[in-house]
Every structure is written in C-alpha cells, then in structure tokens.
C-alpha cells in the first residue's frame, strides 16, 4: 500500500543480530539492524542499546527535514526481559554515538535471569522498563513530532508469568498518536478510548482486524 502511493520503507530492527528474515518478505527499501545503527555504547543485557538511541538515529537517517514520505516499523528493545539495566534518558542533543550511556549500565543479565530472582524485583524491574520504554516514546514525539507524524504504537506480547502471574492473556495495547485531527477522526467508529492507558472497558480486536480497518480508514480512496 505505502509503496504503489510512493513513499519509501524502511525497518529499524536494533535487535536483529543476525540478519532480518521478514526483510524480503515485506520487501523494505531499508533495514537498520544492530549492526547498521552505528551504536558505539555498551549493552543492557538483552538490549543491544537504549530505546532513546534507536529513535534518535531513525530521526536523524530517515526523517531528517525534507526527506520523502515515509513508513517505518521500528522495534524497540529496552522493555524486554530481564529488563536490568535499564539506560537512563538524556537529553537528546547528546545521544551522539551512544557512547554517553556508558554511565548508566551495569551487569548484563541473561533474559532467563528472571526465572531465578525474587519475583518481586523482577515486576519491579519489568515496570521500570515499560516505564523507561514509554517515556522515551512520548519525549521523541514531543521533541520530533510534526504535523505529517503518525505512530502506532503496538506492544509486543506479554512478559513471562513471572511478571503476569499465572493467567495471563494474549492482548496487548495499541494505539495512534497524531497531531492532524483528522487522522482520528477516520477510526472514531472504532470506539477507542483517548490516551496511551486503555481501560478494562476498552474495545478488542484481533491484529487482523486492526489490520483491515487500519487499510479501510487509510488506504487508496476510489476515484469518485
């Protein structure tokens, strides 16, 4: 769909080590891995560098001013297990190569760490990096954000039981953020709830379905 209406792709995988197998699949006219995000700072565990350096480097590679209309899938790793360290956010003139984190790391944990720490720090643990993940987010788009922005932010799966307790579900949040009224106002029928937090009221929906209404609402208009 972004390609026939001309705009460039790109994927933004920090923690891909190994080359990225959807690339030809989903037929990306860019892929930034691990490896081609030119971090020089140290690892959080699992983490091959901070959330904050990752969308610091999507701005400045692929939307610095001018650049075509773009659509990106960005992954971000500072909110998976065993989610210690966790980098501190600076101010973002003095992200650089990464290398200021160096400060703000300690031990790398490996993820199964959490399956033999008391469960009480690792909920803790799991929060701070959701909170750390999310924090990061908003700052970029309140630093970064413009008219044009659109983001879907999506969460990955759930964490380990660990985290949960025992009965966990399969949902995760979703949501749009943009500034152009009218870009909520294409899903008002979906009866989404304002804000990054849904409530236990909130609608739900298979990514499938997400899928297709998200084309419908945006997708190419027939030519009246």
Do not use: C
Not at 176 to 187: E, F, G, H, S, T
């Amino acid at each position: 769909m972004f390609r026939r209406a001309g705009w460039a792709t790109a994927a933004v995988q920090p923690g891909t080590t190994s080359g990225f197998a959807d690339a030809d699949f989903y037929g990306y006219d860019q892929v930034l891995d691990a490896h081609t995000l030119g971090y020089e700072g140290p690892n959080f565990s699992f983490a091959t560098m901070p959330d904050q350096y990752t969308l610091k480097t999507f701005q400045d590679r692929l939307r610095a001013p001018g650049h075509a209309p773009l659509m990106a899938e960005l992954t971000l790793v500072s909110s998976h297990a065993p989610w210690t360290p966790l980098p501190t956010l600076v101010p973002w003139d003095q992200v650089g190569d990464g290398s200021v984190y160096a400060s703000t790391s300690g031990p790398s944990l490996p993820p199964q760490a959490i399956m033999t720490t008391d469960p009480a720090v690792v909920r803790a643990n799991y929060l701070a990096s959701i909170r750390y993940s999310l924090a990061t987010l908003i700052s970029y788009l309140q630093t970064y954000g413009d008219p044009d922005l659109v983001t879907i932010v999506v969460g990955d799966h759930q964490p380990a039981p660990v985290a949960t307790g025992n009965d966990p579900n399969r949902d995760v949040p979703v949501s749009i953020v943009a500034r152009d009224p009218a870009v909520l106002d294409a899903i008002a029928t979906w009866g989404w709830e304002p804000g990054l937090r849904p409530s236990a009221q909130a609608p739900v929906r298979r990514m499938d379905t997400f899928r297709d209404g998200f084309t419908q609402a945006y997708g190419p208009r027939p030519i009246e």
